[in-house]
Every structure is written in C-alpha cells, then in structure tokens.
C-alpha cells in the first residue's frame, strides 16, 4: 500500500511539472501556451489597433450571426406546413429587397471606415528612431542596422536538440536575435535575395513580404522589454519552416550597451557573412537531418 502511494505521489509531481514547464516558458516570452482564449498579447500599437479592429469586428459578425438564426426560427414557426397548408405566391416584396440591399450596404461601410484608418496607420512610418533591415535568404535572415554603424548579422535557427536542451521554444530559437530598444519607433526595411520570404511577428503586428529586387517597408515600436518570437509564414523552398525570427527588447541603456558588444563581436568575426555555404550548412545542422539537396526545387 505505501509503495502504490509512493508511485501515485511521483506521477503526480511528474505530472505538476510537466504542465508547468511549458507555463513557466510561456510566461518567460510571448508565446502562445496551454488553454490560451485569444490571440497573443499585444507588444505593439499597430497590434493593438489590430486587436480593437478585431474584437469590434467580433461583435458586428455576432449580431448578424444572432439577426440571421432569429430571422431563420422565426420563418420556421410562422411559415411552418401547419400553419400555412397552402403556401404563399408572393414573388417579390420590394421593401424587404431593399432592406436586405441597403443593410449589407451600411454594415460594410461600418467595417470599412475603421479598417481604412487601421491600413493607413499600419502603412505611414512615423518618425524612426532605429532602422533595420531585413534580408531573408534560403534558409536564414540577415540583419543590418545601418544608422548604427553599419552593423551587420546573419541569424540562423539553433539546432533542435540544443534549444530542448536548453528550454527554448523548439523550432524558433536562433543564434544571433534581433535586439530593439523598448519605446523606440523602429523602421523596418524588408527585402530578398532569392524567392519570396514573409517576415512575420504577431506580436509586433507585423506581417510584410521579402521580394526580391524590392524594399519593401513596416514599422513597430515594443511598449515592454521581452522576448519575441516570430517566423517565415511564406512556403519560400524545403527547408521553409526553419526561418525563425527571435526579437529582445531592452531598455535603452542595456540597448546600448548591447550595441557596443556587437559592434566589436561581429565587425571581429572571421566567417563571411551570408556566403553561399553557410545556410546549408547550418539549416542541415539545425534540422538534424539529412542535408537539404542545394538543387532542389524551392518549392515556389
């Protein structure tokens, strides 16, 4: 008996740490975790102003989904084959034609007026304290911040076994993250070397294509310090799902301080940066599994 009790002690703590562990991740970085209702907390005004825009449309979809069931009940009882044995031969009614003309008409300028503000806000970059520029590769991003001295970066995934090991988010840890100053309105500069990339961070709220021979440009500003993840939601070749994308947000001091690290780490290192090789050799390092054939199809 006290053995049977000893064994249902321990596979309940195991249990305890198992739903924990993921939590005690989710609470670290903005991640979506276990049980989560919504989407993933803003860290940005643009998703803010996503998010409003979202739940008004939620309350607009709601009323007419309520409009359209009580419309429905109600023909099913007072037009039932009991009440109306013989059925009616109106063919039209002209005022319900134009209510259901004019209605539909209204509730898309409703929708329409406030989606047009959140676009023009979403696209008109206010005054930038940082710019960054994002060039996305098969299979890796590259990063410049050019009103810093020109530094420069590649950013490649970790490979999955070090980020479990580690207690990383599998699939979107990375080598060298972005780092952003909390406050500061951020310009980013998007564009490809190759195939259509996508760089996507929700939290940020933004979501803008890398096109080749194109800059494409959004813009953020990170309200908190944290940990951001993101990816590349664009099917740009094989090894597509391996493009993470890993922002830090610091307050300005530490930025700072950051920056002058990184000045030093990079403009010190030996290896080329985005030489042909390199992301080949460590997506296939990454992935743990057999190397990707460099003349495979993208996929595009």
Known sequence: MLQRRGLTRAALATLAVLWAAPRALADN????????????????????????????????????????????????????AKR???????????????????????????????????????DRVPHADLTLKVTG????????????????????????????KEGKPRLLEVDNPIVVPVGSVIRVLITSTDVIHSWFMPSMGVQEYAVPGRVNQAWFSVDHEGTYYGQCNQICGINHPFMPIKIVALPKADFEKWLSEAKKKFSADAAPQGTPTHPATLVAKATEARPARLDAPSGN
């Open 29 to 80: 970085v903005e991640l979506p975790h276990d049980w989560q209702l919504g989407m993933q907390p803003a860290a940005s005004p643009v998703r803010e102003h996503i998010d409003v825009l979202n739940n008004e449309l939620l309350i607009i979809i709601s009323l007419i989904v309520l409009l359209v069931l009580g419309l429905l009940l109600y023909a099913i009882v007072k037009f039932s």
């Open 84 to 122: 109306h044995p013989v059925p009616s031969k109106t063919t039209h009614n002209p005022l319900l034609e134009v209510t259901w003309t004019i209605v539909p008409v209204i509730i898309l300028a409703v929708i329409a007026v406030p989606s047009f503000k959140l676009m023009y806000y979403m």
């Open 137 to 164: 590769h098969q299979w890796y991003w590259s990063y410049n911040y050019p009103d810093q001295g020109n530094l420069s970066f590649d950013s490649n995934m970790m490979p999955v076994a070090e980020q479990i």
